[in-house]
């Protein structure tokens, strides 16, 4: 779970208004002094923002991937494979790279509508779409929208840009604030907790609904009398797991002849 930033996607169905309330979203948190991110889904089957025949679709062909292009104006990094290869948190890891604080998202909807950890707007043209994504969509929904009048709960795509602007920031502060929290835990989402992951968790205690000690990993962490770390950072690891480690690393040394053990040594293994 590498998602480090808030991450926002608006999603809906083809000329349901998506664009238009990304281009909406974007600019308010802009003026918010967000350093925004986007990325867009295209389902048009075969799409390419490459020419064939211009240079750059000759590197490809030529079997390069990626294909980085750089101007005066801009820098673009083709990747042949497609929506293939895309995760949320490859998306995240790309936006952070380059300076981004916020992520938004246009389409992705088989990547988001069951992710607790992203903040979804939802456009819909119908009361059937409606009705469809309410059952799809998985925590998090920010605000139902339509370019077409479809009932009381659904915002006007146009003229209620700003309170949706302002869903979006109140989910932003949230998801900083579980994020914070998320990089106080483990990451194991070992779910000793009742939880399914080490985020519900963090959502839990923002919410004021769980504490720290709730997390079994973290809570016996002092009493742990194995420790792994790899390139100097400590690796969470739960106690089941250092137990099995310990043991096992004093029984192969114990085969040693000049080696006499009895379990309190201090050990240490460096491999590089």
């Given at each position: 779970?590498?998602?480090?930033?808030?991450?926002?996607?608006?999603?809906?169905?083809?000329?349901?208004g998506?664009?238009?309330?990304?281009?909406?979203?974007?600019?308010?948190?802009?003026?918010?002094?967000?350093?925004?991110?986007?990325?867009?889904?295209?389902?048009?089957?075969?799409?390419?923002?490459?020419?064939e025949?211009?240079?750059?679709?000759?590197?490809?062909?030529?079997?390069?991937?990626?294909?980085?292009?750089?101007?005066?104006?801009?820098?673009?990094?083709?990747?042949?494979?497609?929506?293939?290869?895309?995760?949320?948190?490859?998306?995240?890891?790309?936006?952070?790279?380059y300076?981004?604080?916020?992520?938004?998202?246009?389409?992705?909807?088989?990547?988001?509508?069951?992710?607790?950890?992203?903040?979804?707007?939802?456009?819909?043209?119908?009361?059937?779409?409606?009705?469809?994504?309410?059952?799809?969509?998985?925590?998090?929904?920010?605000?139902?929208?339509?370019?077409?009048?479809?009932?009381?709960?659904?915002?006007?795509?146009?003229?209620d840009?700003?309170?949706?602007?302002?869903?979006?920031?109140?989910?932003?502060?949230?998801?900083?604030?579980?994020?914070?929290?998320?990089?106080?835990?483990?990451?194991?989402?070992?779910?000793?907790?009742g939880?399914?992951?080490?985020?519900?968790?963090?959502?839990?205690?923002?919410?004021?609904?769980?504490?720290?000690?709730?997390?079994?990993?973290?809570?016996?962490?002092?009493?742990?009398?194995?420790?792994?770390?790899?390139g100097?950072?400590?690796?969470?690891?739960?106690?089941?797991?250092?137990?099995?480690?310990?043991?096992?690393?004093?029984?192969?040394?114990?085969?040693?002849?000049?080696?006499?053990?009895?379990?309190?040594?201090?050990?240490?293994?460096?491999?590089?």
């Open positions: 779970m590498s998602v480090r930033v808030p991450v926002l996607a608006v999603v809906g169905r083809r000329h349901s998506k664009t238009t309330v990304v281009e909406g979203i974007v600019s308010g948190l802009v003026k918010e002094g967000f350093r925004v991110a986007s990325a867009k889904h295209v389902s048009k089957k075969d799409f390419s923002m490459d020419t025949g211009k240079d750059t679709w000759r590197h490809s062909a030529a079997g390069a991937n990626p294909v980085i292009v750089v101007s005066d104006r801009e820098t673009v990094i083709n990747v042949g494979d497609g929506a293939k290869s895309v995760s949320l948190d490859s998306l995240v890891d790309i936006a952070e790279d300076g981004g604080n916020v992520v938004v998202l246009e389409g992705f909807s088989s990547v988001v509508l069951k992710d607790r950890r992203v903040g979804k707007i939802v456009c819909v043209r119908s009361r059937e779409e409606y009705d469809e994504f309410r059952k799809a969509a998985e925590r998090e929904v920010l605000a139902y929208c339509s370019v077409h009048p479809v009932e009381r709960k659904v915002f006007d795509t146009k003229k840009l700003p309170a949706m602007v302002e869903k979006a920031t109140i989910f932003i502060e949230k998801s900083r604030r579980i994020l914070e929290v998320l990089g106080q835990l483990p990451g194991l989402d070992c779910r000793k907790c939880r399914v992951s080490c985020w519900e968790l963090a959502e839990d205690i923002v919410s004021k609904k769980a504490k720290l000690d709730d997390c079994v990993p973290l809570k016996v962490k002092p009493e742990l009398k194995t420790t792994i770390t790899v100097g950072v400590e690796v969470p690891v739960q106690p089941f797991v250092a137990e099995i480690v310990r043991k096992t690393v004093l029984a192969m040394i114990s085969t040693q002849k000049t080696t006499n053990i009895t379990g309190k040594e201090q050990i240490k293994i460096n491999i590089t």
